[in-house]
């Protein structure tokens, strides 16, 4: 079984960074491409960012390009979402998938595996 752990949310005014980190176990973490989602209150869930297995490919969403970072570590089992200069709009609860695929995508239906979330609260 794949178990995906979020952690590093919070609350924070905006301006702020935050780091989130989502630890993968049960599986060969390089064989996942991986995502990381995001659903605001009362929205829908959107994908945010997405890396490659490898880490060579990395993706981003309009709304977060030049702000957030995706990376990865595969000997960490371990993909992160570097938030730089937070907006509250980008208050949501962010998700981490693992897709068994080899291309990169952004459909949530790709995605085998999913975390619990971690609540990030920005606010003005």
């Known amino acids: 079984q794949v178990n995906l752990v979020e952690s590093g949310g919070g609350s924070v005014r905006a301006g702020a960074s935050l780091r989130l980190s989502c630890v993968v176990s049960g599986g060969t973490f390089s064989d996942y491409v991986m995502g990381w989602f995001r659903q605001a209150p009362g929205k829908e869930r959107v994908w945010v960012a997405a890396?490659?297995?490898?880490?060579?490919?990395?993706y981003a969403a309009n709304s977060v390009k030049g702000r957030f970072t995706i990376a990865r570590d595969n000997a960490k089992n371990s993909v992160y979402l570097q938030m730089n200069s937070l907006k509250p709009e980008d208050t949501a609860l962010y998700y981490c998938?693992?897709?068994?695929?080899?291309?990169?995508?952004?459909?949530?239906?790709?995605?085998?595996?999913w975390g619990q979330g971690t609540q990030v609260t920005v606010s003005s």
């Open positions: 998938a693992a897709d068994h695929g080899v291309r990169v995508s952004t459909a949530q239906y790709e995605y085998d595996h």
């Open positions: 890396i490659s297995r490898s880490g060579g490919g990395t």
